[in-house]
C-alpha cells in the first residue's frame, strides 16, 4: 500500500468514526491529514460531502497553499486555509475541524473573554498537562466569514506540534502528530466541553 493511500485510509477510518457520533451534521466539518513534506502535500475532505458514507472522492489531494494537485469536479473543503497554517507552522500530522452543539455553546458562553480554562480536569493529560496546577487553556476567535481572515487570526495561536482553537459560533480545530493523536485530543475537548455545560446545568 502507498503512503497515499494509507494515509487515505487512515483518515476514512477517522472520518467514519466521528460520523458515528454525529459529529458533521449538514455535512459540516473537515478533516486532513499529511501525505508528504516536500512538496507539502495533505488529504482534506472535499465539500459538501455526506460524511456519513464512505466513497472514493471524500478526499482530495493539495498543495500547501490548499490548491489541487490534480485536476477535479469537486472542491476542497472552504476552511482548507486553516489546514495549511498548521502544517506550514508545524510538524504535525492531522488536523480535524467539527462542529458540535458543545462546543458551538462554550465558543458562545465564553467568547468575549477570548479563551476557555481548564484546570484540575483528567482529559487535559491528552494534551501532556500531568501537574496538578496545569491549565489548559483554548482560545475563541471571532467567526469571520472571510477565510483568508479566519485564517490570519487562527494562525496566530499555532504554538505548538498539538494544539486546538475555538471559532466562536463555528467549530473546533484540533491538530497532532498523527491521526491517533488528533482524534484523542479531539474526544478530550468534546468531553471537557460537555462538562462544563454539565456544570452550568446544575448552578
Known amino acids: 500500500m502507498t503512503t497515499l493511500q494509507s494515509k487515505w485510509e487512515e483518515l476514512a477510518d477517522i472520518k ?3 460520523a458515528a457520533r454525529d459529529w458533521f451534521m449538514g455535512t459540516s466539518g473537515n478533516l486532513a491529514i499529511k501525505v508528504s513534506n516536500e512538496p507539502l502535500q495533505f488529504l482534506v475532505t472535499a465539500s459538501g460531502k455526506d460524511k456519513k458514507k464512505r466513497t472514493p472522492e471524500d478526499f482530495l489531494l493539495v498543495n500547501a497553499s490548499g490548491d ?3 485536476e477535479s ?3 476542497p473543503s472552504a476552511e482548507t486555509l486553516l489546514h495549511c497554517a498548521i502544517y506550514e507552522k508545524t510538524s504535525s500530522g492531522c488536523s480535524l475541524h467539527v462542529h458540535t452543539v458543545a462546543n458551538n455553546v462554550i465558543s458562545e458562553l465564553y467568547g468575549d473573554k477570548g479563551k476557555i480554562d481548564f484546570q484540575g480536569q483528567e482529559l487535559i493529560k ?3 498537562l500531568w501537574e496538578e496546577d496545569d491549565i489548559l487553556s483554548i482560545p475563541i476567535i471571532p ?4 477565510i483568508p481572515h479566519l485564517a490570519e487570526a487562527f494562525k496566530s495561536h499555532i504554538l505548538a506540534d498539538k494544539g486546538a482553537v475555538l471559532i466562536r459560533n463555528h ?4 491538530w497532532g502528530k498523527d491521526g491517533f493523536e488528533a482524534k484523542k485530543l479531539l474526544e478530550a475537548c468534546e468531553f ?3 462538562y462544563q455545560l454539565a456544570l452550568h446545568q446544575i448552578k
Request: no cysteine.
Open 143 to 146: 467567526n469571520y466569514a472571510h
Open 171 to 174: 467549530g473546533i480545530t484540533v
Open 68 to 70: 489541487l494537485v490534480e
Open 192 to 194: 471537557l466541553f460537555q
Open 126 to 128: 491528552a494534551f501532556g
Open 16 to 18: 467514519d468514526e466521528l
Open 73 to 75: 469536479n469537486l472542491k
